[in-house]
């Protein structure tokens, strides 16, 4: 009678165990499905600014912009009578000069 | 001793039996009930449980970019804010909160409408820029309110490139956008997610069937950038200034096709929706840019050689009892000076040296008649009517441009011909795309020879010869060698002093690095030939894009010429 009671009472224990092992599981497994959200939701946020960085990066690249404001510092590109262009080869046809 | 009060032991064992009875019914009833439960009405009870605290989410894929040949956004994605209110989830007396919110909002500059509790679900504002509602949307928001990020187009360029890439937007897609939609769209996700009753908390449930979005495919087109601005302003200002009714310019790659830029002007019709990109849309006479094909015929048939000479000294030519004539006289004139000084009366005695059958079959190879293949939706195919039906006028009418029509690039193509040695190519807007993260190159191909090198290096020769000394001097860049051809077509239709003004050139001459068209159409009078108007846009077109990459005056290299149609025979 006293082996049977024994047994009973490591029977219950070992459940109550395995039920707050399994608490204990769960309960880890939610901190890092919630960790893992609030890193997807950065990861998000972070993706969103990187689009509107690079929007607003070629909003101050486009051509047109770059040039009225390079006018408008004197910065404009040269006359072409003032540029000459050079080409690998032989030493007499090596500078082609537009003028 | 017994005590009196105690049950004798027959009816106390009994009792146990009748409580132990009572206990087995009790627990079979509930073990017959949770069988129930469990087995028989399991996949009800789940659903009902999972639509309690699972929902599912929809993930909108990422629209593809679109980036010209340099790797500049031309389209890129812009994400926004919608805040919306569910009116019965707000606590009666916490209007002012929502009252607070959309001040808030407006201060955004976004677009917010006034709160009304009569409906049930309100947008209070949309399309505001996520930066600036990144501090509100990070913090707590009243009861009721819930916020949503979508995404918008945007394009860096303006208007510059708006004819050709079009516009995608809740009114629909034009342009490129339109052609590739499907490409660029990508497909949606779904993702399952599980939330909490009270704390507001929810998590992915990693055990569903999660589905991650496919973002759209990126695009890199043949348009660059600098050159596609410089085009676009340099028509917009000859339009403007001619009072012209629309404008079109393309410039090409003659070795493998690629559209290096591609305006078209006006932009947008009256009222604000994009007006038709008038280069594959907007067909007119081709004028005297349209002799290529009559001299083409004749050199590459062996029917002239450039130093024949024909006698234009009256300054007209009857032809099927009507006369053509020319704008002065010239005298007596040879091959190469009749396309130099624009004569219709020397180029319309050399088409009647071809039989009619052989001068349409030289249409045709040039690629006019039908349409080109360009990826861009609208694209027209021209006017060009088989012998069958032409009147006694038609084929001098057709030697000098007129009783055709055909679009700027057609036009363009057909002088790529020439420029590249002798082969049709196929236009392409499309270099490569990239998909799953890897850039993959769209094949370019030549289609047919038309000529012999030849026969097009004497051409360009001509074509030299039209801008040092015939019409097209006004085309004329510092320092660079053009060859080209001007043209000035009749505006049937448009009543009398109707005229088309084009120029159809290419840079530099004895090597083409690319080959530009610009065509006017109905300026005012004074600029109505191709020599006062479009050959000095050409002009300024070409001298800007020198200037911003000085490369395009050295000449096709031989890795040009290798990329492209000559290995066809």
New interface residues.
């Given amino acids: 009678m006293t082996r049977m009671r024994q047994a009973l009472l490591a029977s219950a224990l070992l459940a109550v165990a395995l039920a707050m092992g399994e608490v204990a599981l769960h309960n880890w497994r ?1 901190t890092l ?2 960790r ?2 609030s890193l ?1 939701e950065t990861r998000t ?1 972070l993706l ?2 990187e ?2 960085l ?2 607003l990066r ?2 101050l ?4 912009r770059l ?1 009225t404001a390079g006018r408008a510092l004197g910065l404009g ?5 003032r ?1 000459a ?1 050079a ?1 690998p080869g032989p030493a007499e046809e090596t500078v ?4 | 001793m017994r005590r009196s009060d105690e049950p004798r032991p027959g009816r106390r064992s009994t009792r146990i039996r009748l409580a132990a009875a009572l206990a087995c019914s009790v627990f079979l009833v509930m073990t017959c009930r949770l069988a129930r439960l469990q087995l028989v009405d399991h996949d009800f009870y789940s659903a009902v449980a999972n639509a309690q605290h699972s929902h599912r989410v929809v993930l909108e894929p990422c629209r593809g970019r679109i980036y010209d040949r340099n790797g500049y956004i031309l389209a890129g994605n812009r994400p926004v804010v919608t805040v919306e209110v569910y009116w019965p989830n707000v606590p009666e007396g916490q209007e002012a909160e929502i009252d607070s919110l959309c001040m808030r909002l407006s201060g955004m500059g976004a677009a917010t409408s006034v709160p009304d509790r009569t409906g049930m679900n309100q947008i209070l504002a949309r399309d505001i820029p996520y930066e600036e509602a990144l501090p509100l949307i990070s913090g707590p928001v009243p009861r009721g309110v819930n916020w949503t990020v979508g995404s918008r187009r945007v394009y860096p360029l303006g208007d510059a490139a708006a004819s050709l890439v079009g516009r995608a937007g809740p009114g629909g897609t034009e342009g490129l956008e339109k052609e590739y939609d499907g490409l660029l769209t990508g497909t949606a996700g779904v993702r399952f997610v599980e939330r909490s009753a009270f704390a507001g908390m929810s998590v992915t449930d990693a055990d569903a069937e999660n589905i991650p979005p496919v973002d759209g495919a990126d695009l890199m087109l043949t348009i660059d950038s600098r050159f596609q601005c410089i085009v676009q302003e340099e028509l917009q200002k000859a339009v403007e200034e001619s009072g012209g009714s629309w404008g079109a310019a393309v410039v090409m790659d003659p070795w493998n096709g690629d559209i290096l830029a591609m305006g078209s002007y006006p932009v947008r019709a009256p009222g604000g929706p994009l007006d038709m990109n008038y280069c594959v849309e907007g067909m007119t006479e081709p004028g005297s840019t349209f002799k290529i094909v009559t001299l083409t015929a004749c050199l590459q048939e062996g029917l002239v050689t450039p130093s024949d000479s024909f006698d234009c000294s009256r300054g007209l030519i009857e032809v099927a009892d009507r006369s053509i004539s020319d704008c002065h006289e010239h005298g007596v004139l040879t091959v190469d000076q009749i396309i130099a000084q624009s004569s219709n009366v020397g180029t319309i005695q050399m088409a009647m040296l071809l039989p009619d059958s052989l001068f349409y079959s030289y249409c045709l190879r040039f690629g006019f008649g039908t349409p080109t293949g360009i990826d861009l939706p609208g694209e027209q195919c021209g006017i060009l009517r088989d012998p069958a039906h032409w009147s006694g006028l038609s084929k001098a009418s057709m030697a000098i441009g007129q009783e055709v029509a055909v679009t700027p690039l057609q036009l363009t193509r057909a002088f790529c011909v020439v420029a590249n040695g002798g082969i049709l190519v196929q236009p392409r807007l499309v270099a490569a795309s990239r998909d799953s993260g890897r850039w993959r190159s769209w094949a370019c191909f030549p289609l047919r020879r038309v000529m012999t090198p030849q026969t097009a290096a004497t051409i360009r020769g001509i074509l030299r010869l039209a801008v040092e000394s015939g019409t097209g001097r006004s085309a004329a860049v510092d320092g660079v060698t053009i060859g080209g051809k001007t043209g000035t077509a009749e505006r049937l239709g448009f009543g009398r002093g109707a005229y088309l003004s084009a120029f159809a050139g290419m840079v530099p001459a004895e090597s083409p690095r690319l080959v530009a068209v610009v065509v006017i159409d109905r300026p005012g009078f004074v600029y109505r030939f191709g020599s006062t108007l479009a050959a000095p846009t050409f002009s300024s077109m070409v001298s800007r894009m020198i200037s911003t990459d000085p490369d395009m005056a050295l000449g096709a290299s031989r890795s040009d010429s290798d990329r492209g149609g000559v290995a066809l025979r």
């Fill in positions: 939610l499905a919630l893992m959200e997807e946020a969103r600014q689009e509107d690079e929007n070629a909003f690249l486009s051509p047109s040039e590109p040269l006359p072409l009578s540029l262009l080409t082609a000069t537009l003028r």
